[in-house]
């Protein structure tokens, strides 16, 4: 199947699910992992309607935003202190902050570009070694540190749930909406109300994600898989 065939089927299978589920409409938006492809697949990606796509990689949000800048790049990869300036420069969302010394950073390089940078707080909600992101204990603490930064505004959590095990990638997205809207109560009133996004699911797990609350799966093989 065609990159252009993959989007549009994940696309009508997100809205169906999010029926199932009760979801509002439009409520789950589907961000196209192109980490692993070139400028022909997102491309065709556009053209069959994809809006927002997802790269863990500064030089390849570089080069793909500015090759298309009329769609949204959404960073999803690890941050390194040096990369910072062209990651705002270029990014919609961050997915993946997870210290205040970044954040710090984000605010700086947003303040010399004029611009507000939004951002998700990464959470380790498996507290798998292997996986980044705060520790859900220290979420809270962080959401606050960042909202005393001018040019950052938290929107929401991410998390990246252990593969291979549906139940267990359930219980992980759960336990992220209910930590969000844990943070959200005791945030003052114009905090809370743009802390209102959960970035969750992958290829493998994103219907859960979605019946747990999720308002942004991040999809790559599932579109750009010939073999998925
Ligand atoms: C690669 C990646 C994805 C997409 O994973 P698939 O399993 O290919 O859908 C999502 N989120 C992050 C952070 C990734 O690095």
Redesign the pocket.
Known sequence: MSVSTQFRHIQEEVEHVERACGRREGSVQVIA?S?TVGAEEVSEAIEAGARDF?E?RPDELVRKATLFPEVRWHF??NIQSRRIPDIVSHAYLIHSLHTLRHAEKIDHAAADLGKVQDVLIEVNVSGEESKSGVAPAEALGLVQACAALPHVRVRGLMT?APQGDLEVAQKCFDDLASLREEIASKLDAEHASSFDQLSAG???DWKSAIAAGSTMV?????IFSASF
């Open positions: 992992v980490k997802g863990n999803i990869g990246m992958m290829s493998e991040r999809i790559g093989r599932a």
